[in-house]
T-cell receptor, first 110, second 113 residues
Framework: QKEVEQDPGPLSVPEGAIVSLNCTYSNSAFQYFMWYRQYSRKGPELLMYTYSSGNKEDGRFTAQVDKSSKYISLFIRDSQPSDSATYLCAMEGGGNKLTFGTGTQLKVEL | DSGVTQTPKHLITATGQRVTLRCSPRSGDLSVYWYQQSLDQGLQFLIQYYNGEERAKGNILERFSAQQFPDLHSELNLSSLELGDSALYFC????????????FGPGTRLLVL
């Protein structure tokens, strides 16, 4: 079993929809939780990072962490075609090593 | 643009050969991280350097080695290349030693034939 599980998709939604992306994990040591966006043939871009449990909002993006359930989410409101990309969750629990999910491919259609 | 640069963008080589990938971190960042991204394994952490010293090690093969130079740029050396080493190799940087805010470069696409 992988330490971080993420549904690969693809997930296809109409423009303007609310998108929910999720990851589950098994390592209780994870304290920092990140979401990266990766466009095709580009490097991952840091979108959000949160420490421990709770919510964090940045514009159209909201990150949620539920450590008791070992479950994290990224919500995208008013989704746009430019949001079409692969979204990677990542976690860090000491040791400076990031553990990534395999990524969810999102397509926002006009 | 993250501010992290990587060269070359593409590299095509043969099995058994050796290649060097280069990374320049964002201005002011002292940590450099190397990752391998393949279709079947996803993004895998290889190694971290902080201010010239190795700080953390991941799933890096013995055939691979890295170093960080006094000007903080880093090189990843891959030797005795195998077909399975074909992948995207990313470098990331962060200001300190903590890994939670890493900024990624555009990557080097390696194809081993």
């Amino acid at each position: 079993q992988k330490e971080v599980e993420q549904d690969p998709g693809p997930l296809s939604v109409p423009e303007g929809a609310i998108v929910s992306l999720n990851c589950t994990y098994s390592n209780s040591a994870f304290q920092y939780f990140m979401w990266y966006r990766q466009y095709s043939r580009k490097g991952p871009e840091l979108l959000m990072y949160t420490y421990s449990s709770g919510n964090k909002e940045d514009g159209r993006f909201t990150a949620q962490v539920d450590k008791s359930s070992k479950y994290i989410s990224l919500f995208i409101r008013d989704s746009q075609p430019s949001d079409s990309a692969t979204y990677l969750c990542a976690m860090e629990g000491g040791g400076n090593k990031l553990t990534f999910g395999t990524g969810t491919q999102l397509k926002v259609e006009l | 643009d993250s501010g992290v640069t990587q060269t070359p963008k593409h590299l095509i080589t043969a099995t058994g050969q050796r290649v060097t990938l280069r990374c320049s971190p964002r201005s002011g960042d002292l940590s450099v991280y190397w990752y391998q991204q393949s279709l079947d394994q996803g993004l895998q952490f290889l190694i971290q350097y902080y201010n010239g010293e190795e700080r953390a090690k991941g799933n890096i093969l013995e055939r691979f080695s890295a170093q960080q130079f006094p000007d903080l740029h880093s090189e990843l050396n891959l030797s005795s290349l195998e077909l399975g080493d074909s992948a995207l190799y990313f470098c990331a940087s962060s200001a300190g030693t903590n890994g939670e805010t890493q900024y990624f470069g555009p990557g080097t696409r390696l194809l081993v034939l």
